[in-house]
C-alpha cells in the first residue's frame, strides 16, 4: 500500500431474482387427442397433459404449472390441477355427446405461479367410441294388413314397416336389416321382406 492510504476487503453477494419470463409451454404443441368408449365409468383415466416453465427451478415459484380446463367439458371431464391428469366425471354417451358430435372439444389452461402469471392452452380432444347400446325401435307395437287370397306373389301387404335406432349409422351400429321371424299361418303362405 501507498504510504497513507489503507485498504479493506468485504465479500459482497448478490442475489439474481428470476423474472417470471417464460410463458408454460405444453408437449405436442398443445394438441392432445383420447378416445374412449361411450358409457365409460365415472372417474376413468382419459389423457394426462403436460407443460414446463423455463423459469428458474431452484428458489422460483414461477415453474409450479397448475391446470384447469376452461371450456367444453360441460360437467363431463375434470383435470387434476397438479397432475394435468384429465377424468370423467359425468356420463358419456355418444348419442347425446355436444348435440350428437360424436366428440368432445377441450380447452386446457396450464398457468404458472410467477408474478405475474402466465397462461398457455392446450387444445384436448376426446372422440367417443359408439356402442351398440340401443335396440332398435317400431313406431307401433303391431301392423295390421288384410290381402286377398288370391293375392299374386310380390303383392305388398304392409307397405311400410320401419324401425330406428339410436345408435350411430357411421358406426354400423344403427344400420338397420328386417326379416319375418314366424310366416307359417299355412303351409303355403310365405311373407318376405322386401328392402328399399
Known amino acids: 500500500n501507498a504510504p497513507g492510504t489503507s485498504e479493506d476487503t468485504r465479500n459482497v453477494f448478490v442475489t439474481i431474482i428470476d423474472v417470471n419470463e417464460h410463458f408454460p409451454q405444453f408437449t405436442n404443441n398443445g394438441v392432445y387427442s383420447a378416445t374412449i368408449n361411450e358409457n365409460i365409468a365415472l372417474n376413468s383415466d382419459v389423457i394426462t397433459v403436460f407443460a414446463s416453465d ?107 314397416v320401419s324401425a330406428t335406432d339410436l345408435d350411430a349409422t357411421s358406426s354400423g351400429n344403427g344400420v338397420l336389416s328386417y326379416s319375418v321371424l314366424d310366416a307359417t299361418l299355412q303351409p303355403s303362405v310365405v311373407f318376405g321382406i322386401r328392402s328399399n
Not at 92 to 108: F, K, R, W
Not at 139 to 144: E, G, K, R, T
Request: hydrophobic share 30%; aromatic share 4%.
Open 54 to 160: 423455463g423459469d428458474q427451478q431452484t428458489g422460483s415459484t414461477a415453474v409450479q404449472v397448475s391446470y384447469a380446463i376452461t371450456n367444453g367439458s360441460s360437467g363431463t371431464f375434470t383435470i387434476n390441477p397438479t397432475t394435468g391428469e384429465i377424468t370423467t366425471i359425468g356420463p358419456i354417451n355418444h348419442e347425446l355427446s355436444q348435440g350428437g358430435a360424436q366428440n368432445y372439444t377441450l380447452t386446457v389452461t396450464a398457468t404458472d405461479r410467477g408474478t405475474p402469471p402466465h397462461q398457455t392452452n392446450a387444445t384436448v380432444t376426446v372422440l367417443v367410441n359408439d356402442l351398440n347400446d340401443n335396440a332398435p325401435i317400431f313406431p307401433n307395437v303391431s301392423f295390421d294388413a288384410s290381402v286377398p287370397e288370391n293375392a299374386a306373389p310380390g303383392t305388398v301387404v304392409v307397405p311400410d
